[in-house]
C-alpha cells in the first residue's frame, strides 16, 4: 500500500487491496449490484466485466475535467446508494476524492492503487504525487481493470466466474488494443513521433509506445499555461518541424491555439491534427464513448496527422 494522501484515506475505509473488511458487504444476492464510477474509462470496464449483473452510473461524461471536478448533490445521494464506488485514485479526482475520503459508508475502491508502484511516474511538475493518466498505457490500465474484477468477486462471490470470464474477455481486448498501438507508432518515423497536446495526460502512452510528449500545461489542468510556457513550446514545435499539434476534448481549444499561432510567428506552419480524448471518453452511445473506441480513436488520429510532411495540411 502505498502512502499517498488520498489513496491512504480511502483504504483506511476499504482496507487492504481495496477490500471492505470494515464495511458490511451488502447483499446483493436476488438483485443487480449498483456501481458508481468516476471517469467513463472506469466505467466501461465495470459495465463490460459486470455484464447483466451490475448497473453502471458514470459521474464524469464527455468532456468532463476531472482535475477540475466538484461533486454536485447528486452524485453525493448516487455514491450513498451504490453498493460500490470504483474511483482512479492516484489525485485523478482532486475535489472529488475529497468527497470520497469522507465516505464512510460505501465501499470506495481506487482502481489505480492496484498497479504496481514501479510502473507509475512520479514527475517533478506534479509535486510528488504519482502521474495519474494511467489508462493510456494500456498493459498498465490492465492492472486497473483486473481490480474492478476483483471488487465485484467480493462484493458478488455468488458470480464469481462470470466476473473472471467477462474480465478475461475484456483484459484480451485490451491485450490487443495494446499490439494494435505498437504497430501503428511504428510507422511513424522516429524522429516524428512527437506529441504536443493541452496537458500532461499522455506521458505514460509517450513511454509505453515509443512518443516524446510535450504538454503546455502540467499534469493537472489547474495551472493555466503561461505565455513563457507557450513560446517555449512553439520555438520547439518549429525547430523540430512538428507537423501536428493536438486539442483534448476536456481541455479549451484556447491553450493549443495559442501555440499554433505563435508557431506560425516563427515562419513555421503547425497544423491542429484532431482533437484527442484525453481525461473523458466521447458521447455515450459513440464508438469514441467506449474505452477502445476512445484509445483507438487516439492513435488513428495521431498517427495520420504526424505522417503529414511538415508545414503541409490546412
Ligand atoms: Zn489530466
Not at 10 to 19: F, K, N
Not at 36 to 53: E, K, L, S
Not at 58 to 75: I, Q, R, V, W
Not at 172 to 184: M, P, V
Request: net charge negative; proline share 4%; with cysteine.
Amino acid at each position: 500500500m502505498r502512502s499517498l494522501g488520498l489513496t491512504a484515506a480511502v483504504t483506511l475505509v476499504a482496507t487492504g487491496c481495496g477490500r471492505a473488511e470494515s464495511l458490511t458487504r451488502p447483499d446483493v444476492s436476488g438483485r443487480t449490484v449498483k456501481i458508481v464510477a468516476t471517469t467513463g474509462m472506469i466505467g466501461d470496464a465495470a459495465v463490460n466485466i459486470g455484464g447483466d449483473r451490475v448497473e453502471v452510473e458514470t459521474l464524469m461524461g464527455s468532456g468532463t475535467d476531472p482535475h477540475l471536478y466538484k461533486a454536485t448533490e447528486n452524485d453525493v445521494v448516487a455514491i450513498g446508494e451504490a453498493d460500490i464506488v470504483l474511483f482512479n485514485g492516484l489525485h485523478l479526482e482532486a475535489a472529488m476524492g475529497e468527497v470520497l475520503e469522507r465516505t464512510t459508508t460505501t465501499i470506495t475502491v481506487p482502481v489505480g492503487s492496484n498497479i504496481p508502484e514501479e510502473l507509475l511516474d512520479r514527475p517533478a511538475a506534479f509535486e510528488g504525487q504519482y502521474d495519474p493518466h494511467v489508462w493510456f498505457d494500456v498493459e498498465m490500465w490492465s492492472h486497473a481493470v483486473a481490480a474492478v474484477r476483483d471488487a465485484l468477486i467480493d462484493l458478488d462471490p455468488d458470480h464469481a466466474s462470470t466476473y473472471e470470464d467477462n474480465a478475461e474477455e475484456y483484459l484480451a481486448d485490451l491485450d490487443d488494443l495494446d499490439t494494435y498501438i505498437s504497430e501503428q507508432a511504428a510507422r511513424v518515423p522516429p524522429d516524428k513521433r512527437v506529441l504536443v497536446t493541452a496537458h500532461d495526460a499522455f506521458n505514460y502512452f509517450g513511454s509505453a509506445y515509443g512518443f516524446e510528449v510535450r504538454g503546455l500545461q502540467g499534469i493537472s489542468t489547474a495551472s493555466e499555461a503561461g505565455t513563457a510556457d507557450v513560446s517555449d513550446l512553439a520555438a520547439f514545435i518549429a525547430e523540430r518541424r512538428i507537423p501536428a499539434i493536438f486539442i483534448e476534448s476536456s481541455v479549451p481549444v484556447r491553450t493549443i491555439e495559442a501555440v499554433q499561432a505563435a508557431v506560425r510567428s516563427r515562419g513555421f506552419d503547425v497544423v491542429i491534427g484532431g482533437e484527442l480524448f484525453s481525461d473523458a471518453m466521447g458521447d455515450e452511445g459513440t464508438e469514441e464513448g467506449t474505452y477502445l473506441g476512445m484509445v483507438t480513436h487516439n492513435v488513428d488520429v495521431i498517427v495520420s496527422a504526424l505522417l503529414q510532411q511538415p508545414g503541409e495540411g490546412e
